[in-house]
């Protein structure tokens, strides 16, 4: 038995869930509404405030849906009451960051500045000038929208230039040593 797929989903206050034929899952919540189509293998239901997830069969492709279907609809639930957020930090001489309207402007040492326009649903915000946090419901959107930024300028292992998330460790190499 999945480990993760069997655990029910905890419905918080405030959170309407509905799943619908085919199952095409709605959550509600405080910060917004989302929609999933889940695979139609597994089978979802709502019994007393939890949802639980169960699959029809031990087949290898049912255990890996099971597993997945669950934590989908969970990341679901958190992401309409408390969002997901990424952070990145832009290291490096004269690397930075604006914000005009929903565009994010960086300068990361290219001959022009990169400009990116905020998807639907996802904000970024500025935290001075080498510090963007992305913010949204969608989890999935959030972390794209978040790689794409870092793929922009990704950090390099001498110096260390360049966009990286808050909480990566960028694994340093010792550069070139002159002869004697």
């Not at 326009?117 to 001075?128: A, K, M």
């Not at 913010?135 to 978040?146: H, M, T």
């Not at 292992?157 to 004697?180: C, L, Q, S």
Request: net charge positive; glycine share 10%.
């Amino acid at each position: 038995m999945s480990r993760i797929g069997r655990l029910p989903i905890e419905i918080p206050a405030g959170v309407e869930v509905t799943i619908a034929e085919n199952n095409v899952v709605t959550v509600k919540g405080p910060k917004g509404t989302l929609t999933e189509s889940l695979p139609v293998e597994m089978d979802i239901k709502m019994e007393d405030n939890q949802v639980v997830v169960t699959r029809p069969n031990d087949l290898k492709k049912m255990k890996s849906l099971h597993g997945l279907t669950r934590t989908l609809i969970a990341n679901m639930v958190t992401g309409v009451t408390k969002g997901y957020e990424k952070v990145l930090e832009i290291n490096g001489v004269g690397y930075r960051a604006q914000k005009q309207g929903k565009k994010l402007i960086l300068s990361l040492g290219y001959s022009h500045p990169v400009e990116m326009e905020d998807p639907e649903g996802l904000e970024s915000v500025l935290d001075g000038q080498n510090k963007i946090t992305i913010k949204g419901i969608d989890k999935q959107k959030v972390g794209q929208y978040a790689a794409e930024i870092r793929d922009k300028r990704r950090p390099e292992p001498y110096k260390g230039k360049g966009i990286k998330y808050a909480d990566e460790v960028i694994r340093r190499k010792v550069g070139k040593t002159g002869k004697k």
